[in-house]
């Protein structure tokens, strides 16, 4: 049985309130003891005891409110009028040095009160002794102080972006208590002191721009740019809370960046283009990191880019194209072989190295972005695909690839700069449109190079088709491979020929050399009848009977433009080996019987014994009469060849060297290797349509022309007019019909 008497109210909140007092004398730094244990349990049981006695001398909701009076009535003895009378960086100091007394005050009580917490507060659903305390502050001091606190922050924020040091402590702490009073909430830091530092950033900054723009050059603006977005994201880490860093650095980039993008990319003396000019990498590398920043910031900077990169090509087209022209005007009236070409080697390698060069500012400046990326791809595209000095790029192209790979290069360059420069060619070629252009005067190229005996090396001529081959796809480089293939294979079928002449003890008057290419790897040659010297007849018989005993259903045909000679002159002065086509051989060997030295022949007796048209005979006989090496002398001695001409052997002959190479006059195969790529476009053209209509049987025109473009772009670019063409023939030849309702659309007849 309890018979102890009931604690009236006001007796146990006098013991109380002489707790408290003494706990605001300690807050107060006035000269007090700590509390001892058996002080702290008293005032702890005294609450107990008023909680837990029976109705009505329970006073849980009485002690309850007092506890509210009590910081109530601290705030306004002692903490607002302290307040009141400090400003600026003082009366922050002073803010924190109360709440920081609060939060004690708080813990303190709340132990005393702690009951309350335990059973009242939560049989009632009221605030916590803990929020109940930091919500007086909140109300009754917070909200009087707050402004001038904002205020006072912001000043010192100023003073620092104005280069003066500042307590950066005390304000990450005195920000922590608008923090803090959210209670779990960023509302209060947001609306009560982060909105007005957005505004006031802002403003400095737009300040600071606007001064800026005027007095300093695009580079030294960037910097001070640069320099100030560091400052505010080091301010975040030192005093303002995390979410703020990204409204503020975004508050920031506006007023610094994106205002101002068009006037400092277009500063005249300072702005991108003259940095792309100057090769001012650094800057270049800050421009990018400054304007990735800002919602497409980046897009003028890599117009830029583009614009520039696209100029530099195209003054590169101009000294090609220009010199070029100065040269065909210098050698006009001459016979000049190949009018320009060092010019356009160096055009191909000077693209490389321009290449090179800008791929080095998209890694180095512009962190390998494909927006720019993209724009190197667009400015080469449009200067690549430009004529230069009358030729295509991507016979440029072959030509240099052909110079490369040929023995006695111009570019003397070892195996692993060979490799480096044959990759670089073939990245080229992805900015070329007509791929297909490249491959037709490649292929040309590869063909002398591997017939004449004139690869410099076989690895290498497999390393660029391999090459090709990734970029361009299997059927770019399939007739590539097999011509390199056929040329092994071709040795190994002379090796056995010779084997099989070697065991029927077969002699042939000269040494004999064939190569079996198959016809539809090569391009295509015109096959002569030449009627061909008794010297080279029984080597051509007995490689028939060799090579139609071992394979069947094969059929040869014999290429005489394509072969060649070594012939031993025997001059008076002294004998001189000779290295000929077969043709210029045979004609020579006209002159070999038992006529003698002094045999003449007639235009008219040439081109009968050798059974040839008129068009090679002047060639053959140009080369050997009126070129460099008057093997031949000629009746009347003149520059040209006339039909009715009359000619024998220069018996007297001579030339320092032992051997020399009598070349043909030069061909021109351009037109050739265009008409046949226009054929051979033709034909890829009626493919796409035909595939498509088969695959969609009806399309509109609109949509057929697209899919056709999409399936051939990337061999060559087709011109609209020509595919509307080849849809008509397709029409004609019952392929396609036109809807009988809607002329624009088309079926497909199977």
């Not at 009378?85 to 009366?91: G, V």
């Not at 779990?184 to 007005?196: L, V």
Request: glycine share 4%.
């Amino acid at each position: 049985m309890n018979d102890r008497r009931p604690i009236e109210l006001e007796t146990g909140w006098s013991y109380m309130e002489n707790g408290i007092k003494k706990l605001k004398r300690l807050l107060e730094e006035e000269d007090e003891q700590q509390f001892s244990a058996e002080q702290y349990m008293q005032m702890y049981t005294t609450i107990y005891n008023m909680c837990t006695q029976k109705p009505p001398h329970d006073y849980s909701e009485a002690l309850y409110d007092r506890y509210k009076q009590a910081f109530s009535l601290y705030i306004d003895e002692k903490v607002l009028p302290s307040l009141r009378d400090h400003r600026d960086e003082f009366l922050l100091r002073e803010l924190l040095k109360r709440w920081n007394n609060h939060k004690v005050m708080v813990r303190w009580l709340s132990r005393f009160f702690n009951y309350l917490d335990r059973y009242y507060i939560q049989r009632h659903s009221l605030h916590s002794l803990q929020d109940v305390g930091l919500m007086r502050f909140r109300d009754e001091v917070y909200v009087e102080m707050k402004k001038k606190a904002k205020d006072a922050i912001l000043a010192l924020v100023e003073m620092e972006r104005d280069g003066e040091q500042i307590d950066r402590t005390l304000l990450k702490n005195v920000l922590g208590i608008f923090i803090e009073v959210g209670m779990g909430s960023m509302d209060t830091y947001d609306a009560d002191f982060e909105a007005y530092l957005l505004a006031e950033s802002a403003a400095y900054y737009q300040r600071k721009a606007a001064a800026w723009i005027q007095e300093d050059s695009c580079p030294d603006y960037m910097l001070k740019a640069e320099e100030c977005l560091k400052a505010e994201e080091e301010r975040v880490v030192h005093y303002l809370h995390v979410t703020t860093k990204a409204k503020l650095l975004r508050a920031v980039e506006t007023e610094l960046l994106a205002k101002y993008e068009t006037r400092l990319l277009e500063k005249e003396h300072s702005g991108a283009a003259a940095l792309l000019r100057d090769d001012k990498k650094d800057d270049l590398a800050r421009m990018y990191r400054l304007f990735l920043r800002i919602v497409k910031g980046l897009d003028p900077v890599a117009d830029v880019f583009k614009r520039h990169v696209e100029s530099e090509g195209m003054k590169l087209v101009r000294e090609v194209t220009e010199a070029a022209a100065a040269k065909k005007e210098k050698d006009a009236g001459k016979l000049s072989r190949d009018t320009g070409s060092a010019h356009e080697q160096q055009f191909v390698r000077a693209v490389i190295d321009l290449h090179d060069k800008y791929m080095q500012y998209v890694a180095d400046c512009f962190s390998n972005s494909s927006l720019f990326h993209k724009a190197l791809k667009e400015a080469f595209e449009s200067f690549c695909n430009k004529q230069v000095a009358g030729s295509s790029s991507a016979e440029l192209m072959a030509n240099f690839c052909d110079n490369l790979l040929k023995k006695g290069s111009l570019e003397k360059l070892s195996d692993e700069a060979v490799e480096e420069t044959l990759e670089k060619v073939v990245k080229l070629l992805a900015y070329i449109s007509d791929k297909d252009l490249f491959a037709e005067f490649y292929r040309k190229k590869l063909a002398r190079r591997l017939l004449f005996d004139k690869s410099a090396s076989d690895d290498h001529e497999r390393s660029i088709l391999a090459r090709l081959k990734q970029q361009c796809g299997a059927q770019f480089t399939s007739k590539m491979e097999g011509m390199v293939n056929d040329l092994q294979l071709a040795r190994e079928k002379q090796q056995q020929f010779d084997d099989w002449k070697q065991a029927g003890e077969k002699e042939l008057p000269i040494e004999l050399s064939v190569n079996v290419l198959t016809t539809g790897f090569w391009p295509t040659y015109k096959a002569v009848d030449l009627a061909l010297p008794r010297e080279m007849v029984e080597g051509v018989e007995q490689f028939k009977e060799w090579y139609e005993g071992t394979t069947k259903h094969r059929k040869l045909t014999w290429i005489y433009a394509l072969g060649n000679c070594s012939l031993k002159a025997n001059f008076d002065v002294r004998p001189v080996e000779l290295i000929l086509s077969t043709f210029q051989a045979a004609l020579l060997l006209l002159f070999n019987n038992e006529g003698g030295a002094d045999e003449t022949l007639t235009y008219a007796d040439v081109k009968e014994r050798l059974n040839l048209p008129d068009e090679d005979v002047m060639r053959l006989l140009h080369s050997l009469a009126c070129a460099k090496y008057k093997v031949l002398l000629k009746e009347p001695n003149t520059k040209t060849i006339g039909k009715s001409d009359s000619f024998r052997m220069n018996t007297k002959f001579t030339d320092r060297l032992r051997r020399i190479k009598i070349p043909l006059p030069p061909v021109d195969e351009k037109k050739k290797v265009i008409e046949d790529v226009d054929k051979d476009r033709r034909y890829a053209i009626d493919a796409a349509i035909v595939r498509t209509m088969k695959s969609r049987k009806v399309l509109q025109h609109q949509q057929l022309m697209l899919e056709v473009v999409g399936q051939l772009q990337r061999m060559f670019q087709p011109d609209f007019r020509l595919i509307k063409k080849r849809i008509e023939d397709l029409i004609q030849r019952d392929y396609l019909e036109r809807d009988k309702d809607n002329a624009n659309q088309y079926r497909y007849l199977a």
